[in-house]
């Protein structure tokens, strides 16, 4: 059995390190290859990608995690019937911890591609690990002691940037202000670094990168791998949003080779929503990165690729037998035979001439734990009359001392869900100002000092001295890289599809034939995460009836229609 001694498990420990029954193990043999370990051998590395899922026969595994200035702490030490791994091993990438023979280990050795084998065919046995490998991945992330380092001042722009990425990703990572912890002082003389490079960001295999790009880091921790350019997908999902997870869980399921491509993170708006009540089968609410995250996990689990982040730059045909092809970033390309668009929105930015120099320090389009650490006990401005600026406003209500609502119409009700408005006139520290917009703001060397607003029928201005600003002002569809892709839009720029084109289009089909368009970056969409991931689902019908038609596809009748989709 495994034996805890990190206390973030709490109640959850067996579930999070079950025993597995003698009956269990004689399931999984099939799955893997027997393995033997040496007394002190290292059987995993931190930042090494480790051999698969390794079920312990005899003997006992010590697992630890860097501490920082070559500490190791342990978090368990597996006995037989435990195993050994979390959700790095489901998709081959790096491990996040050590593993250790403590005394000679007899095991046997499951690769991620039979994991998910096992995952499909044992389906009560795969439940029990699936689990399990993600409390070990949440008790990774809340030991915060995991993972890569980010170092540099607490409110750097660039911090916050490389924090919110690896958050967002549901990466385990560590920040040390530079200029208070004595760890990252250490750290900084010991790697030479020159104050002016910082923040650097210290990876698990040892590299130092000096204030790296999402990508550059995202490749450093085993996050993004090169594109297989000979292989060809049956379906590539550009954008990995509420629909573009949904698609691909769906698609996968029903045995498509899936690729999935997002230029910033998994979860679109919604994995930046604070906590979504409305969404059917969660009474008690979920965040949107809990949702997205489980939504992620799910399609790895079918075997879905995921390219994040990398940006889909030009849709074109193909010569050489597949239909499509996608240039990405990095001189990459993907074959594929149909496209799904589900690229989602921007968010929009106010118009006022100094917006940008407060942009990632005191001017935010999400409120995460990481936004409301910065504003705890201040006053913030928060402008929009959307569910997303109510979540957000009332998130932030716990934190700051007070929200300061700025909405342009004259009422929340048009706008916003009945629930959430009735909560904001609960909260004794948010102020609604309808029919006022923010003017100015005023500040210096990217620091934010104070707000200018302006009520429109009075003309009354106000300033208040508010350091973070919030905005939820809408989102414009993000399509710009499909103007050079011969993919029909609409004046706004939304994809135009199905009955808009004409009678010969299905309902989600673009323009062009085999290319598919989902979610909010549909024109005449309803933008709510529910009618995104019905639409994910919807749409592997279509590609289904797409291939089966092509001919580049043997598909089974079964298969084929949104009745056999939903009983996944």
Not at 132 to 137: K, Q, S
Not at 154 to 173: E, I, K, Y
Not at 203 to 220: F, H, M, Q, T, V
Not at 447 to 458: D, F, M, Y
Request: some cysteine.
């Amino acid at each position: 059995m495994s034996q805890t001694v990190n206390p973030i498990f709490g109640a959850r420990r067996d579930q999070a390190f079950p025993t597995l029954a003698e009956a269990d193990i004689d399931r999984m043999r099939r799955f893997g290859e027997a393995s033997a370990y040496a007394a002190g051998e290292q059987i995993i590395t931190a930042g090494d990608v480790a051999p698969g899922l390794i079920v312990v026969l005899s003997g006992r595994v010590d697992i630890t995690q860097d501490g920082g200035l070559g500490r190791r702490d342990t978090i368990v030490t597996h006995g037989p019937g435990s195993f050994v791994g979390e959700l790095a091993q489901l998709s081959a990438r790096p491990s996040l911890v050590n593993a250790e023979a403590a005394e000679p280990v007899e095991a046997f050795v499951i690769p991620s591609q039979r994991l998910r084998d096992l995952m499909v065919q044992e389906a009560n046995l795969g439940e029990r690990i699936m689990r399990a490998l993600i409390l070990r991945r949440v008790g990774l992330l809340e030991s915060a002691t995991s993972g890569p380092i980010i170092i540099g001042p607490a409110d750097n722009a660039d911090v916050l940037r490389l924090q919110g990425f690896l958050a967002r990703s549901g990466q385990p990572h560590r920040v040390l202000d530079s200029g208070s912890d004595p760890c990252a002082k250490t750290l900084v003389e010991r790697f030479n670094v020159d104050p002016h490079h910082l923040p650097v960001v210290l990876c698990p295999n040892g590299r130092l990168l000096l204030n790296p790009g999402e990508k550059d880091l995202a490749r450093c921790i085993g996050l993004l791998r090169p594109i297989d350019a000979d292989k060809l997908y049956d379906v590539a999902i550009v954008g990995a949003g509420p629909a573009g997870l949904a698609a691909a869980v769906y698609a996968a399921s029903e045995g498509l080779s899936t690729i999935v491509l997002d230029c910033r993170a998994f979860g679109g708006q919604a994995g930046a929503s604070s906590r979504i009540e409305n969404y059917l089968g969660f009474p008690t609410g979920i965040s949107g990165m809990a949702l997205m995250a489980r939504a992620y996990n799910q399609a790895q689990k079918f075997g879905v690729e995921m390219v994040i982040p990398d940006e889909a730059k030009l849709l074109s045909a193909a010569t050489d037998g597949a239909r499509y092809t996608l240039d990405v970033g990095d001189g990459e390309t993907v074959r594929t035979r149909t496209v799904v668009i589900a690229s989602g929105a921007r968010y929009r930015r106010l118009d006022i001439a100094n917006l940008a120099r407060f942009e990632g320090t005191c001017v935010h389009y999400w409120a995460s734990p990481i936004e409301a650490r910065l504003c705890q006990g201040q006053e913030v401005a928060l402008v929009g009359a959307g569910n997303s600026a109510g979540q957000a406003a009332v998130y932030l209500a716990s934190h700051a001392r007070k929200v300061a609502l700025l909405a342009r119409g004259g009422s929340l009700d048009a706008s916003m869900s009945r629930y959430l408005v009735e909560r904001i006139r609960a909260q004794p520290n948010i102020e609604v100002l309808t029919g006022t917009e923010v003017e100015a703001l005023e500040g210096d060397e990217g620091s934010l000092g104070a707000v200018r607003w302006r009520n429109r029928a009075s003309g009354a201005a106000t300033t208040r001295p508010i350091r973070h600003l919030f905005l939820f002002i809408g989102a414009d569809p993000n399509t710009d890289w499909l103007v050079q892709c011969n993919v029909a839009l609409d004046a706004k720029g939304f994809v135009r599809t199905g009955s808009d084109l004409g009678s010969a289009h299905g309902v989600m089909e673009t323009s062009r034939s085999g290319v598919f368009a989902i979610g909010d970056v549909r024109a005449g969409s309803v933008k709510r995460v529910a009618a995104a991931v019905g639409e994910g689902a919807q749409v592997v019908a279509a590609l289904h009836a797409y291939l089966a038609q092509d001919g580049s596809r043997a598909v089974a009748p079964q298969q084929v229609g949104p009745e056999r989709i939903g009983r996944v």
